[in-house]
């Protein structure tokens, strides 16, 4: 079982017991100014890097923290009005993201305190969304000339566009979301014959971009947004009725896309957004009975489970007045999450989530089996 364990932890009670023990673990990472707001995106290997932004001087910053401890990603070329860390290499050390301006956005490489600036592929704004597992190779969207976005694949120097699904307009749109651990599959989505003006999730490998269909029922349009480290599985979301503001969570593997449900209430709407590495474990969020975002958990066993009541029922812990919105990342392993939430203080801040290993018989019930972290 991964810890976080360094620097000086200050217990933050509130509703949520303050004791350790050896069980599942929740820990709120800390914001460049207490009591503004943060949200993670990416996470290492072991859990123990996240990247996304924290709000300072009303602009949202690209940070890193490294242990519990914030570190503001400085100098993001173009960031003029604010920057974004999206993803973080398999050991920590490379960050991807784009910095924002009125302009434009421009998307960079960090590493050692250096930026690489990711070349456009002939427009004027780049996205970098993901990277592998080795920080080499990164993968986003930019404008291309002539209007339309191009998703790209960019590797020593070099931008690529990796291309459309047939059928796309002559305006066409394609956005790179994940890239494998190993870097050999890309996911994301493109304008498609099938789609029209909607788009289609494609999985891209040796130079061939191929759409993965949708879900039965209502409107053609999927997207995907992550992909295992392997390759093998690919999850997002589709439609499936006829209302653009609904959606279903997806998982596809070995050529089919099987749905993975909606909590019970409000509109049908899931997103899945992150899987492990072997495809077993995916996480995302869907709308709940209250109209909110929850963040969910997903596996063959036991279906699409809401983390906040999975914690509270296979825990005990108190989780009442916290809202876990959002899951955007999970560990090779499947056993470390970060999202995004909002705490009893109606603040937004940014989670990890460490659960034990299976059959590690630490699986306890009780109010001591789950102990809130606050570092700062």
């Known amino acids: 079982m991964r810890a976080f364990f360094a620097g000086v932890v200050v217990f933050a009670c509130g509703v949520v017991p303050c004791v350790f023990a050896d069980g599942a673990q929740f820990v709120v990472l800390p914001q460049l100014v207490e009591g503004s707001s943060a949200r993670p995106y990416g996470i290492s290997s ?27 990603i400085q100098s993001v070329p173009g960031s003029g009005s604010g ?5 973080v290499s398999g050991d920590g050390s490379v960050v ?27 427009g004027g704004t780049t996205v970098a969304n993901a990277v592998s597992d080795d920080g080499d190779v990164v993968v986003g969207y930019s404008s291309i000339v002539g209007g339309g976005l191009g ?8 931008t690529e566009n990796i291309g459309y699904l047939a059928g796309a307009s002559d305006s066409p749109r394609s956005v ?44 053609f349009e999927s997207a995907a947004t992550g992909v295992s480290d392997d390759g093998t599985t690919v999850v997002g979301w589709s439609r499936t009725t006829s209302s653009q503001e609904e959606r279903e969570a997806f998982r596809w593997k070995d050529g089919e896309m ?13 997103t899945a957004i992150a899987v492990s590495a072997d ?18 958990f997903w596996d063959e066993s036991n279906g699409l489970r809401n983390i906040k009541e999975m914690l509270e029922t296979d ?3 108190n989780l009442t007045g916290w809202q876990l919105g959002t899951a955007h990342d999970i560990t090779p392993d499947g056993l470390t999450i970060t999202g995004y939430g909002i705490s009893p203080e109606n603040q937004g801040v940014a989670w990890v989530i460490t659960l034990p290993e299976p059959g590690s018989g630490l699986l306890l019930v009780g109010a001591t089996s789950l102990a809130l972290r606050r570092w700062r």
């Open 176 to 219: 790179a979301s994940d890239i494998a651990g190993d870097s050999s599959v890309i996911v994301g989505y493109s304008e498609s014959a099938r789609s029209g003006d909607n788009v289609e999730a494609f999985r891209w490998e040796d130079g061939r971009m191929v759409g993965l269909g949708d879900l039965p029922g209502g409107i």
């Open 46 to 72: 072991d859990g123990n890097v996240v990247v996304g932004w924290s709000i300072r001087d009303n602009r949202r910053r690209a940070v890193r923290w490294v242990n519990g401890e914030v570190h503001e």
């Open 279 to 296: 495809g077993s474990v995916v996480v995302g969020w869907g709308e709940s009975a209250t109209l909110d975002a929850e963040a969910f």
């Open 151 to 158: 998703a790209f694949r960019w590797q020593d120097g070099v």
């Open 83 to 87: 920057s974004f860390a999206w993803d």
């Open 258 to 270: 099987i749905g993975l449900g909606d909590f019970p209430g409000g509109k049908y709407d899931s």
């Open 315 to 317: 825990f005990g812990v």
């Open 96 to 122: 991807v993201g784009h910095g924002w301006s009125f302009s434009a956005n421009r998307a960079y490489r960090w590493e050692a305190n250096e930026f690489t600036n990711i070349p456009t592929l002939g």
